[in-house]
């Protein structure tokens, strides 16, 4: 009898465990880590991104959550380093064992951290930093961007570069890989339209290190050159200090045709507010005003009741990330990180900036883009962008066999 009874209270000690397990498993949250760079004169940017993602968190745990689980999030600053980025990934991965990793600002980061995904298993969804090499040559499974890479928003600066009055262009970009891979591109697709235009030689461009902080030789370099046509792929902290410098220096005195890739982020544009020139063609992955489809309206209408001002590329990039890893964790059911990744190659969904589909042969985001030409608008504290040309997913994207991709 007390051999039956050891037995049965065994069983129902196994019985007890196990239910306690499920009831905690019931209970365990969604964890996705976060890496932006935080600190320095590109941190705006992941302030506004924080901001996106916590948005995004709020409305789907405020809504039961991702398959009844509540989403917590982990924050870790990059320093815009690619060093930093695999450290701070690794530790997302190991120590908080996320489900997901979201984010990344700089291109160089992107490169560091793209490969090292695969041997983490883990899905990597990129929201800003742009270089085509993540979705490219360098691309694998566990790598997708929710938002337009250089190739895209390069395709629409030519097309604007091709209806202006320069034929002799030049540029001002970061001396790494965006700076670079900008101008290769920008000066590709414009030759494609046409073929006449002029593109000055490497030795008389300007890349600027990251840290610079006084761009005068570079504004003087480009200013007394032969080019009449200027490509901006400066972003952040070195934009507001070019453009503050350049004005100064009577840079925008209408002699030259100005494009300014990221000049529409609006963490530049609440920095510089009146400083911004008027009339100059700018580019961004995301305008709040872009479109007045219901979802744009209530994403921009929370997120300024929330923040107290209107969201950026960067905010609306983080936001989108979540919300596409959400719809992938319902369709696939749990948060198993293989089965996520299915469900993300080829996954569309509507979001404030329209449709996107993330191509299942690259993992990179379709979704059409918009660039505009800053105005004064005297009810909005900061420039606008009036006209604004929109630009089809479809026209800018170009087709997987010219991006080297070979998935895994």
């Known amino acids: 009898m007390k051999k039956v009874r050891f037995i049965c209270s065994a069983v129902l000690l196994v019985a007890l465990i196990f239910s306690g397990i499920n009831a905690s498993a019931a209970d365990s949250p969604v964890k996705l880590g976060f890496v932006y760079i935080m600190s320095g ?16 968190i709020d409305e789907i745990n405020k809504a039961g959550g991702i398959n009844g689980h509540k989403i917590e999030a ?24 996320v489900d997901a990793v979201i984010g990344l600002d700089s291109s160089g980061v992107a490169s560091a951290v793209a490969p090292i ?108 050159s032969k080019a009449d046509g200027v490509l901006i792929s400066l972003w952040g902290g070195n934009l507001i200090d070019f453009v503050r410098q350049a004005s100064d220096m009577g840079f925008f005195d209408g002699k030259r045709e100005v494009l300014l890739t990221l000049g529409a982020a609006t963490e530049v544009l609440y920095a510089l507010k009146d400083k911004m020139p ?6 961004t992955r995301y305008w709040f005003a872009g479109n007045d489809t219901p979802e744009n309206q209530a ?22 990330a979540v919300m596409a890893f959400a719809a992938a964790a319902k369709k696939a059911g749990g948060q198993d ?24 042969e690259d993992h990179q985001a379709i979704t059409d883009g918009v660039w505009g030409k800053t105005a004064v608008d005297p009810n909005a504290p900061i420039r606008i962008l009036k006209p604004i040309r929109h630009f089809t997913g479809a026209e800018i994207t170009p087709p997987v066999s010219e991006t080297g991709c070979k998935m895994d």
């Open 278 to 283: 008027e009339g100059v063609w700018a580019g």
């Open 337 to 360: 990180k293989e089965k996520i990744v299915k469900a993300l190659e080829g996954s569309s969904l509507t979001l404030p900036v329209g449709k996107v589909t993330i191509r299942p």
């Open 299 to 320: 994403f921009v209408k929370a997120y300024k009741e929330k923040y107290g001002v209107s969201p950026s590329y960067n905010a609306h990039g983080a936001y989108a």
């Open 74 to 97: 982990f924050f870790e600053d990059s320093a815009g380093k690619p060093d930093v980025g695999i450290r701070v990934i690794r530790k997302l991965v190991y120590d908080n064992g």
């Open 117 to 224: 995904m695969k041997e983490l298993k883990t899905p990597l969804i990129i929201t800003h930093a742009a270089t085509p090499d993540v979705t490219g040559k360098n691309c694998n499974r566990h790598v997708f961007r929710i938002s337009l890479n250089e190739n895209q928003n390069m395709k629409m600066a030519a097309a604007i570069a091709a209806d202006m009055k320069a034929k002799t262009w030049t540029t001002i970009g970061p001396d790494y890989s965006f700076g670079h891979q900008s101008w290769e591109y920008f000066e590709k697709y414009l030759k494609e339209k046409r073929p006449g235009d002029v593109f000055l030689p490497r030795s008389e461009v300007a890349f600027s290190p990251m840290n610079t902080t006084d761009f005068s030789s570079y504004i003087t370099k480009v200013m007394s």
């Open 41 to 56: 004169p590109f941190a705006t940017y992941g302030q506004f991104a924080k901001q996106g993602a916590e948005l995004a």
